[in-house]
């Protein structure tokens, strides 16, 4: 089927378009300059020593990337020539031209992926996935600008830290803003930690205690809340300060500060709530924000299932998604909670924040897609404002 393509080579306006894969945030603009040495950097405005410069514009949370004619030719990595698609049989795509063209259309690119890529039948550009994007243009993601060398730098000093930490690694999912919740959050906690440690707080005072919630439940309900916010140890802040930070950033911006603050609360009393339901240590106190943090765990891995981590296991690193690392997390907890009697971890508090972060998540992130719509020229059609 033939179909007409634009190839004037008059400069292309601005992209102000809903991602139309994931429909979560705007497409972003991105510098790319090539260097004297022939790599590719992004940079934040055009370098005049660079040999030329790409604006691609990308979405930050599924990671995918809009490529105008021609640019793929020099960015991209595949045999993929987009005017030459553009007169290929090609199926019609639910998702639109980010330049307002209306629908795209499908190509297989068989020996190349397994899944097919759009392009805009009037513009020719290509829209790729995040995973199509690595695979076909590796060199517009950052992992990919760096040399070899960077590289086995980068991750021998991971390899090193995991070695004595065990903590999983984000790859390449930096946060769009300042997350200033999250370290307003993680300040409170040292502060209270502090506080404690100097006599100045009794975390028993403020701790979740089954028994006496159920025995004085006017009087102990509040603990539901105020847990969340003491620790039992240096090790138990800065463990849970560890992993709200990474994986708190991102979703902070996703879901925006209001919302996150009622992710995160509302996750501790759910861990809290289900502790008490489920928990046989009546007697133990309980404080921490494990199941705040895993309400958060839960939001990041619906909304960042693909999003690379590393982690060290018996001294080989290993780079898998969040959705396999979150999922044997998920299923740890389920075998601790209801199959051992250590009871100096909280796994239903952890397991009921879980639970409501998964329940909250796609609620908020429908009310995302249609507040992105509003906001640009081009919405994406499954997402357009009605």
């Given at each position: 089927m033939d179909r007409a393509v634009d190839t004037s080579d008059a400069p292309q306006a601005p992209v102000d378009a809903q991602c139309p894969a994931c429909g979560l945030h705007a497409l972003v603009p991105v510098t790319l300059a090539q260097l004297a040495n022939?790599?590719?950097?992004?940079v934040d405005e055009p370098d005049p020593t660079a040999a030329q410069h790409v604006v691609?514009?990308?979405?930050?949370?599924c990671f995918g990337a809009w490529f105008d004619r021609g640019e793929f030719d020099v960015l991209g990595d595949g045999a993929v020539d987009s005017v030459r698609l553009a007169g290929m049989e090609a199926r019609r795509s639910t998702r639109v031209c980010p330049r307002g063209h209306g629908p795209m259309y499908e190509h297989q690119l068989p020996g190349?992926?397994?899944?097919?890529?759009e392009c805009c039948s009037r513009c020719a550009g290509i829209w790729l996935d995040g995973e199509e994007r690595r695979k076909l243009a590796v060199r517009t993601t950052t992992e990919g600008q760096q040399a070899l060398k960077e590289k086995l730098v980068r991750r021998g000093v991971i390899w090193v830290a995991q070695?004595?930490?065990?903590?999983?690694?984000?790859?390449?999912?930096?946060?769009?803003?300042?997350?200033?919740?999250?370290?307003l959050l993680l300040g409170g906690f040292l502060l209270l930690f502090f506080a404690e440690v100097q006599g100045f707080l009794f975390y028993r005072?403020?701790?979740?205690?089954?028994?006496?919630?159920?025995r004085d439940y006017d009087d102990s309900v509040h603990t539901l809340v105020t847990h969340q916010f003491l620790h039992g140890s240096w090790y138990h802040v800065l463990f849970n300060a560890y992993f709200l930070y990474i994986f708190g950033d991102n979703i902070e911006h996703l879901f925006g500060r209001w919302r996150f603050a009622l992710l995160f609360i509302g996750a501790g009393v759910a861990g809290g709530a289900l502790h008490v339901l489920l928990s046989y240590a009546t007697a133990t106190p309980v404080v921490g924000a494990s199941g705040s943090i895993a309400g958060v765990m839960a939001a990041y891995l619906w909304s960042f299932p693909r999003a690379k981590l590393f982690q060290?296991?018996?001294?080989?690193?290993?780079?898998?998604?969040?959705?396999?690392?979150?999922?044997?997390w998920v299923g740890l907890q389920l075998v601790m909670g209801?199959?051992?009697?250590?009871?100096?971890?909280?796994w239903f508090a952890h397991l009921g924040g879980f639970v409501f972060g998964l329940l909250m998540t796609p609620l908020v992130l429908r009310a995302r897609r249609f507040e992105v719509g509003r906001e640009v020229r081009v919405p994406a059609a499954a997402y357009a404002p009605r």
């Open positions: 022939g790599r590719w950097r992004q691609l514009d990308t979405c930050p949370v190349l992926l397994k899944t097919p890529i070695i004595v930490t065990q903590l999983p690694v984000e790859v390449d999912n930096p946060a769009r803003g300042t997350p200033w919740l999250v370290y005072d403020w701790a979740v205690i089954s028994g006496k919630i159920v060290t296991i018996f001294f080989v690193q290993l780079k898998i998604p969040a959705w396999l690392y979150l999922g044997a209801f199959f051992t009697t250590k009871v100096q971890f909280a």
